[in-house]
Nanobody
Framework: QVHLVESGGGLVQAGGSLRLSCAAS????????MGWFRQAPGKEREFVAA????????DYADFVKGRFSIFRDNALSTVYLQMYSLKPDDTAVYYC???????????????WGQGTQITISS
């Protein structure tokens, strides 16, 4: 397993943009699929996006498709989530996670970061 640390969260107005980063420590990052999940207050944690180990294929939740993009730089051991057209409903703690294979459920992921807060104001 590797250690993951998210960064880039903060407060932004509706319609704005943010880019989240997830930096990994360890020697096997490039062999893991990576995903982003989010959890709003009082709600279940939900899938946002995921990417294969080689960065060729990505999956997105329907509610973010066309607004968010996931990408990675294995040389920097970092995965990113670029977010555009942010809405108040996007307010949540965002988590990155690693898996042996790309997936959309929490149980498929082996290790997790501690999360970064995204707050969208109107």
């Amino acid at each position: 397993q590797v250690h993951l640390v998210e960064s880039g969260g903060g407060l932004v107005q509706a319609g704005g943009s943010l880019r989240l980063s997830c930096a990994a420590s360890g020697r096997t990052f490039s062999r893991y699929a990576m995903g982003w999940f989010r959890q709003a207050p009082g709600k279940e944690r939900e899938f946002v996006a995921a990417i294969t180990w080689d960065g060729i294929h990505a999956d997105y939740a329907d509610f973010v498709k066309g607004r968010f993009s996931i990408f990675r730089d294995n040389a920097l051991s970092t995965v990113y989530l670029q977010m555009y057209s942010l809405k108040p409903d996007d307010t949540a703690v965002y988590y990155c996670a690693g898996a042996r294979f790309i997936g959309t459920t929490q149980r498929e992921y082996d290790f997790w970061g501690q999360g970064t807060q995204i707050t969208i104001s109107s």
